[in-house]
């Protein structure tokens, strides 16, 4: 079965600090991943689609097929950035959510 | 805003009853997706439809049901409601079945008391 993994529940770091969020998928085939965002119970808004390769609020992620990662990177977190990450695939018929990454940047 | 709308964004109601949520995807979107957002429990996904049929089905309980009217917007019905139904419900749209970037409605809170 496809599977979207976010090992991280909960991930805090300082104003400034580098910000890792990590997902890990498990689809075999070429899979279509995105970071989505949720501030505060908010709908979730798109953050990233991996095919576009954009950088949105200083945020990037690369897909890497021999590690079945697609993690989440930040340079310099900002305190607007404290919300709820949740890595996404929608390959196949399954539309797969990972359990969320709840990110505070403390300042 | 991200062209998805739902209704109503607050509802509370009584265990036993019956509630019906209301979504109108995207300008143009095919598919329409329900989620339910508990706070133990993560997003889960519900079901899909597209262009009026069912498409995929994930955790949905029995008690619920959903369908997608010719004009596309979509329905999703919970019935004898229980505390535990207590939740944010979302939909979402996207043009295609698959393989499309999915846009979110801003959810319709739900409280059984």
């Known amino acids: 079965a496809q599977r979207v993994t976010q090992p991280e529940k909960l991930l805090s770091v300082f104003k400034g600090a580098p910000v890792e969020l990590k997902c890990n998928y498990s689809?075999?085939?070429?899979?279509?991943l995105f970071w989505y965002v949720q501030y505060s119970r908010q709908r979730l808004q798109l953050l990233l689609r991996?095919?576009s390769r954009e950088s949105i609020k200083g945020f990037t992620a690369d897909l890497n097929k021999g590690e079945t990662s697609f993690h989440l990177k930040k340079p310099f977190a900002q305190e607007e950035d404290s919300a709820m990450y949740y890595c996404?695939?929608?390959?196949?018929?399954?539309?797969?959510f990972g359990e969320g990454t709840q990110l505070t940047v403390n300042p | 805003d991200s062209g998805v709308t739902q209704t109503p964004k607050h509802l509370i109601t009584a265990t036993g009853q019956r509630v019906t949520l209301r979504c109108s995807p995207r300008?143009?979107?095919?598919?329409v997706y329900w989620y339910q957002q508990s706070l133990d429990q993560g997003l889960q996904f519900l079901i899909q439809?597209?262009?009026?049929?069912?498409?995929a089905k994930g955790n949905i309980l029995e008690r619920f049901s959903a369908q997608q009217f010719p004009d596309l917007h979509s329905e999703l019905n919970l019935s004898s409601l229980e505390l535990g139904d207590s939740a944010l419900y979302f939909c979402?749209?996207?043009?295609?079945?698959?393989?499309?970037?999915?846009?979110f409605g801003e959810g319709s809170w739900l409280t059984v008391v």
């Open positions: 300008s143009g979107d095919l598919s």
């Open positions: 979402a749209s996207s043009v295609g079945q698959t393989l499309n970037t999915i846009y």
């Open positions: 439809y597209y262009n009026g049929e069912e498409r």
């Open positions: 689809y075999s085939g070429s899979p279509e």
């Open positions: 996404f695939e929608t390959s196949g018929s399954r539309l797969t």
């Open positions: 991996h095919i």
